[in-house]
């Protein structure tokens, strides 16, 4: 067995560790690669232990980048679709949904009800939304800009532009409190007369 052997059942490896990820075969294609990996490392070091030890080295660093290909390629194959059961025409739908729903609100300015360290809470046009400051500490009651929308957090920064109309959502109105903003109101306002003392 020569050093051409060993890279031959190497080279066996990975192909067998990317169809092992794409075609479901219950693991004889796991073992497959693993049987091929063990046999490359024992003709390596037969041969040499530097041999043996390039083989591992190359192993250790490039299983890992390979594994990590595969698993963003396969959602996208024909059988990766039919096994997470994902509809092209869905995914796109939804794509086009998350896009217009970053759109409507990149831009849109706010005040910050919490102090943002960097997390905390905005309010745009009376919808509170959970954020994180892209420019340090922001103080409450600062405005601040949405900058960009990434997994359903808002990315803000604070900014010198006023509020205006233009900046609530659609579907939100600007004057009507929160719940929250109702509890910081206060209690002469809600008409409320004082109890008669009922041990009086």
């Given at each position: 067995?020569?050093?051409?052997?060993?890279g031959g059942?190497?080279?066996?490896?990975?192909?067998?560790?990317?169809?092992?990820?794409?075609?479901?075969?219950?693991?004889?294609?796991?073992?497959?690669?693993?049987?091929?990996?063990?046999?490359?490392?024992?003709?390596?070091f037969?041969?040499?232990?530097?041999?043996?030890?390039?083989?591992?080295?190359?192993?250790?660093?490039?299983?890992?980048?390979?594994?990590?290909?595969?698993?963003?390629?396969?959602?996208?194959?024909?059988?990766?679709?039919?096994?997470?059961?994902?509809?092209?025409?869905?995914?796109?739908?939804?794509?086009?949904?998350?896009?217009?729903?970053?759109?409507?609100?990149?831009?849109?300015?706010?005040?910050?009800?919490?102090?943002?360290?960097?997390?905390?809470?905005?309010?745009?046009g009376?919808a509170?939304?959970?954020?994180?400051?892209?420019?340090?500490?922001?103080?409450?009651?600062?405005?601040?800009?949405?900058?960009?929308?990434?997994?359903?957090?808002?990315?803000?920064?604070?900014?010198?532009?006023?509020?205006?109309p233009?900046?609530?959502?659609?579907?939100?109105?600007?004057?009507?409190?929160?719940?929250e903003?109702?509890?910081?109101?206060?209690?002469?306002?809600?008409?409320?007369?004082?109890?008669?003392?009922?041990?009086?």
């Amino acid at each position: 067995m020569t050093l051409l052997h060993a890279g031959g059942l190497l080279l066996l490896f990975f192909v067998l560790l990317v169809l092992e990820l794409f075609i479901p075969s219950g693991g004889l294609l796991g073992i497959a690669a693993a049987a091929a990996l063990i046999a490359a490392i024992v003709i390596g070091f037969l041969h040499s232990f530097t041999a043996g030890g390039l083989i591992l080295i190359s192993v250790s660093l490039l299983a890992p980048l390979v594994i990590s290909i595969a698993l963003r390629v396969w959602p996208r194959t024909a059988i990766g679709r039919r096994m997470l059961n994902i509809d092209p025409a869905d995914d796109d739908d939804r794509r086009g949904e998350v896009e217009a729903a970053r759109s409507k609100w990149i831009g849109k300015v706010g005040v910050a009800k919490i102090d943002l360290l960097p997390n905390g809470v905005i309010d745009i046009g009376g919808a509170r939304i959970d954020a994180v400051s892209l420019s340090g500490v922001i103080d409450r009651g600062a405005h601040v800009e949405v900058v960009n929308v990434v997994a359903g957090k808002f990315q803000v920064r604070r900014t010198e532009r006023p509020l205006t109309p233009a900046d609530s959502p659609p579907g939100h109105v600007g004057d009507s409190p929160s719940p929250e903003d109702a509890l910081e109101v206060s209690i002469e306002s809600l008409g409320i007369e004082d109890l008669d003392d009922p041990l009086r």
